[in-house]
């Protein structure tokens, strides 16, 4: 079985300033990581993912996400937002090994960036 | 614009009934997943078809089922409709292999039960 944890669900900054979203998660198998952005009234889009090499994966929109195995995280970061960052976001994790390939999601951080 | 569509967008209906929602996979993707999303419970997979054969479940009660048909659109049923029902119904497609990594999502169904 697998969980994610998003450890912040509203994370409040100022625009122009640096952001991270936190994700740790749990699971007896490798696994597969991403972060997805949903802005409001609209479905999911795909920020980044890891599936295997450097840990240090860049994405759309200027984001990037760290994949740390030792501490089961995989923390999403952008060094300046702008107002149009607001959205929630969602990490997820699907299994590597049993070719299961159902996201298993955390319970998403809603970033609001003030002007 | 994910290239995966699905129909209605909103649909507004009483307890006891059933609805059917669609979708269609981008274009040679023959995967379809289904993902609930509500206030409490969250995003939540419901059930995966591969290429017309149910390949994986979730959390799907039995009062809901899927399909997939021969031109790999997929069809979520939900009958007997509950309160609690009432959500954002999302779907996924993936890639020609069984086991691909990403899954680009739909814009969703919202389902409102009253």
């Known amino acids: 079985a697998q969980s994610v944890t998003q450890l912040d669900s509203q994370v409040p900054v100022f625009e122009e300033a640096p952001v991270e979203l936190r994700c740790n998660y749990s699971?007896?198998?490798?696994?597969?990581l991403f972060w997805y952005v949903q802005y409001p009234n609209q479905g999911l889009q795909l920020l980044l993912k890891?599936?295997?090499?450097?840990?240090l994966v860049k994405g759309i929109n200027g984001f990037e996400a760290e994949f740390n195995k030792s501490q089961t995280s995989f923390h999403l970061r952008k060094p300046s937002v702008h107002i149009s960052d607001t959205a929630e976001y969602f990490c997820?994790?699907?299994?590597?090994?049993?070719?299961?390939?159902?996201?298993?999601f955390g319970s998403g951080t809603r970033l609001q960036v003030q002007p | 614009d994910s290239g995966v569509t699905q129909t209605p967008k909103h649909l507004i209906t009483a307890t006891g009934q059933r609805v059917t929602l669609r979708c269609s996979p981008r274009?040679?993707?023959?995967?379809v997943y289904w993902y609930q999303q509500s206030l409490d419970q969250g995003l939540q997979f419901l059930i995966q078809?591969?290429?017309?054969?149910?390949?994986a479940k979730g959390n799907i009660l039995e009062r809901f089922s899927a399909q997939q048909f021969p031109d790999l659109h997929s069809e979520l049923n939900l009958s007997s409709l509950e309160l609690g029902d009432s959500a954002l119904y999302f779907c996924?497609?993936?890639?020609?292999?069984?086991?691909?990594?990403?899954?680009?999502f739909g814009p969703g169904t919202r389902l409102t039960v009253l």
């Open positions: 997820a994790v699907s299994d590597m090994d049993t070719g299961r390939r159902a996201l298993t």
């Open positions: 890891y599936l295997s090499g450097s840990t």
């Open positions: 078809y591969y290429n017309g054969e149910e390949r």
């Open positions: 699971s007896s198998v490798s696994v597969y």
């Open positions: 274009s040679g993707d023959l995967s």
């Open positions: 996924a497609s993936s890639g020609t292999g069984y086991a691909t990594d990403t899954q680009y």
